[in-house]
């Protein structure tokens, strides 16, 4: 860390990320009023693609699957140091996503979470072009899609797959949301089911006594809720959503929960997963009511070693900005890294956020500028830089 503070580009650098906190504002309102609902964030990739050519990187292009990705040399050649952040949100085709101002606080669906990530990816690129700062390493900067729901990190999935552009990463950081302390070195694991029901239907007075498909996905889905779970590790089951049926006067054809399973580690959702299959199993139901269970989504688990240089360099930049990190676990685009043995941590970029994934979504810019500033110094520490 000492090396990074007194070389002159990179205090430069330093310097250029405050300077630029009100361009780094502009860009975080200006993506976040750009709709990027689950599996349409094309509007908002190819922006944020004109914004990335804009900050000085000239290797920007759209992979098969929408994630946008910049390449920028190394001083020598190597597996690249991978920095992202996602494009998509969770809010629907229809949502108002217009950014509301009240004193120092912004407001809007993904002002935080993610256009907080992508304006800072977008001022570390131009300060790196600015300034001139040759990393060592090659980085492959890159706006993923498919992170939140049931994108189920399709983006990162596809640019580490075999073959994948990113699959001989030296290391990974993803760029999410707001914070300066917590580091996060542990990937949460998700495995999301949908269960389905399909009956005859019909009218909900003339046809009364009919097996109802709504009726045996709750009592099924009531008792998965009262499964003893695991506390060591923890493992949650969330009964996350249902639907069904056509009309109030009518009983459905067809019914359906989303069910959300979590844990820090495979093991345990491989069980919980044989534990619902095996319920399902054990449900009657009448002739006329199919039941079927599919998973449609898995988000592996996964780990960094805390004292891996990845995370080192992480560490000494976030005490670099007068904070205390904070090692912590959360379900990120770095899972998939992760998993895959490669070194991976997810940061914050600054400021203050709440409300997630809600329409009232909130971001108040304190020590903004230092989180860039983090970001930037745990880049030059792990990617290294030409003195």
Known sequence: ????????????????CVALDESTLRAQIELSEIPAPPFREGERAHRFAELCREAGLRDVHTDEVGNVVALRPGAREGSPLVVAAHLDTVFPVGTDVSVRRKGDVLAGPGISDDARGLATLLTLARVLCDEDVRTTTPLVLVGSVGEEGIGDLR????????????????????????????????????????LSAHGTGGHSWVDW????????????GARLTRLELGSAPVTTLTVARAGGGTSINAIPQHAWLEIDTRCAHAGPLDALEERIRDELARTETPDTIRLTLEVVGDRPAGATDPDAPLVRAALEATRAVGRRPVLAMSSTDANVPMDLGIPALTLGCGGEAGLAHTTDEWYRNVRGPQGVVRALYTVLLAAGFEE
């Open 209 to 220: 006594g009919v097996a109802n498909p709504l009726h045996s996905v709750l009592d099924l």
């Open 155 to 194: 983006g990162v999935k596809h640019l580490f797959a075999d073959g994948g552009a990113c699959r001989k990463a030296a290391g990974f950081i993803a760029l999410d949301g707001a914070g300066i302390d917590r580091i996060v070195v542990t990937g949460v694991g998700s495995r999301r089911y949908r």
């Open 1 to 16: 860390m000492t090396s990074v503070l007194r070389h002159p580009a990179a205090r430069r650098a330093a310097d250029a």
